[in-house]
């Protein structure tokens, strides 16, 4: 097939004209595009569904997108076939017309003009090539604007590059559905690639976001460096093994040389082969400039890991919106995918009191106390934090470091920790009981005992479990040692009595 643009009719096409890019498209009435290829490869995707399977359906559809389409039929096309799949319904020649609303004339037309499926991959490449020229003038006719303003600036100028920069780094994402459809089959068949683990099964793994938290100064970033380094030689890190060895990137604007210095010099089988930082800057995910500059930096040493220090310097206290915004931009620096590095964000607890007032919290009641909005914790898959073994001495190096979230993987139990510069060392023998229930006014130490349990339970209350949990969380309660004081094999299984229907009462006798 003779692949020459055609100009097609002016009542199919968009309006997509200006005196600036009729100055510039060598096809001066209309840019470049083709209404006959993408006829074809709209009639490949309805015949494959009466000829072939609905799997070429969605592989057909896998590969194109709304911007190779220039003929706004097509184009409408195209997003009814796309909304078809994703509601579960079967797509060929009938469903086209009787349930997505297209022409049976137009169908009959596309349908008909095509010669074999096998048109799709001789067409498809120039597509992309049409669309990608449309796409360059209009990036040439806004650059062309830019110099013909009445003031214009280096940084105007700068700023713009990087955005089209941003933007032709984005191309390769423009082949993936607005809607991808998975079938039970596909994902019973699926096999996770296991080298886009990096820290324990699925706990951090290419592709997603993590989060570390804990108070200001009780070592979060200490923390996140021994993570580095656990990367550049293996081993594990806070219990959590290293599934291979990783480079990571340290993004931060918190700590200076003499820090880092320290810091570094407690690990000195770390090279540059796997660990990299920069010193205190701006962390500026705002600016097109900065997004470009960092994915510039990816494609010269691609790292596994990027570490973010510190979420505060990105968002401030900024609305869920500002906040899911400041997760697309951070997006929008790397590349797509399983391509895409595991990201860890170092982030803050809201400011508590400590000594005699402060009670450690547990799990995901943890998920409250991060300051800021939630949309960090519900954009991570992993939530880490840390507290103090002692809130009352903060110098004590002790802390207690637990995984409050968890959506890949179950997490390891909470554990205490000696900090350390290069690898915290476990506390042994550490009460993690009494930890979580700490001495009340006079001294003695807060448990659970009969009568807390006889007190939410009165005779004739039966409680689900998440209640029963609630109602000694009420009572000053920490709720892990809730849920281990209810559990079977606790120290009051013979008293707890479990219905058939699993809600639990008290046994007065």
């Known amino acids: 097939m003779k692949r020459k643009p055609s100009q097609g009719r002016a009542a199919d096409a968009r309006p997509f004209s200006s005196p600036a890019m009729a100055a510039l498209s060598p096809f001066p009435d209309l840019p470049p595009h083709s209404d006959e ?69 137009y169908v009959d037309r596309v349908v008909g003009s095509i010669p074999s499926l096998g ?18 003038l209009r990036k040439a006719v806004e650059l062309r604007e830019l110099a013909s303003a009445p003031a214009v ?14 933007a032709t780094e984005k191309a390769d994402r423009k082949g993936q559905p607005l809607i991808e459809v998975l079938t039970p089959e596909a994902i019973r068949q699926y096999q996770p690639d296991p080298s886009t683990y990096l820290v324990g099964e699925d706990m951090i793994t290419r592709g997603d976001f993590s989060v570390l938290a804990g108070w200001q100064g ?29 480079r990571t990137f340290i993004l931060q604007g918190e700590d200076n040389r003499k820090r880092l210095k320290a810091e570094f010099t407690a690990a000195p089988w770390v090279t540059s082969d796997h660990v990299r930082f920069t010193p205190p800057i701006p962390l500026a ?23 973010i220090d510190n979420w505060t310097d990105i968002s401030g206290e900024q609305a869920s919106s500002d906040a899911a915004e400041a997760f697309n931009q951070i997006r929008d620096c790397l590349p ?24 450690p919290k547990m799990g995901r009641e943890l998920m409250h106390e991060l300051s800021g909005t939630l949309a960090l914790t519900s954009k991570a898959r992993t939530v880490f934090v840390i507290q103090p073994v002692d809130a009352s001495d903060m110098d004590n190096q002790g802390i207690v470091f637990q995984c409050a979230k968890a959506n890949n993987e179950q997490p390891i139990a909470p554990g205490a920790w000696t900090r350390a510069m290069g690898a915290c060392t476990p506390i042994a023998n550490f009460d993690l009981d009494a930890w979580m229930n700490p001495a009340e006014d006079n001294g003695a130490r807060k448990v659970i005992r009969e009568q807390h349990l ?56």
């Open 153 to 166: 600036t280096l940084d105007d100028t700068k700023a713009r590059l990087a955005e089209l920069y941003e």
């Open 37 to 105: 290829e993408e006829q074809l490869v709209i009639g490949c995707v309805i015949d494959a569904g009466g000829s072939t399977s609905q799997n070429q359906v969605d592989a057909f559809l896998g590969r194109l997108s709304l911007g190779l389409f220039y003929v706004e039929e097509h184009r409408k096309a195209f997003e009814c076939l796309v909304n078809l799949r994703a509601k579960g319904h079967a797509v060929d020649a009938m469903t086209s017309w009787s349930i997505g609303g297209l022409a049976r004339g």
């Open 285 to 307: 995910f705002g600016n097109p400039s900065f997004r470009a500059e960092l994915r510039r930096y990816y494609d010269s040493w691609p790292f596994d890991l990027l570490i």
């Open 336 to 359: 797509y995918g399983d391509q895409m590095p595991a990201v860890l964000i170092l982030a803050h607890l809201r400011k508590q009191r400590g000594g005699d007032h402060w009670r």
């Open 218 to 246: 009780l070592g979060k970033s200490m923390l996140s460096k021994n993570l580095a380094f656990a990367g550049a030689r293996g081993g594990n890190w806070m219990g959590y093994p290293c599934k291979r060895k990783f």
């Open 454 to 509: 006889a007190k939410i339970m009165p005779p004739g209350v039966r409680l689900t479990r998440k209640r029963a949990v609630e109602a000694l969380e009420d009572e000053g309660f920490a709720q892990q040692t809730a849920y281990k004081a209810l559990s079977g094999d606790g120290k009051f299984a013979d008293r707890i009595v479990t219905g058939s229907d699993g809600l639990l009462s008290w046994s007065h006798d």
């Open 119 to 136: 048109v799709f991959d001789n067409v498809l490449p120039h597509l992309q090539e049409l669309a990608h020229r449309r796409w360059i």
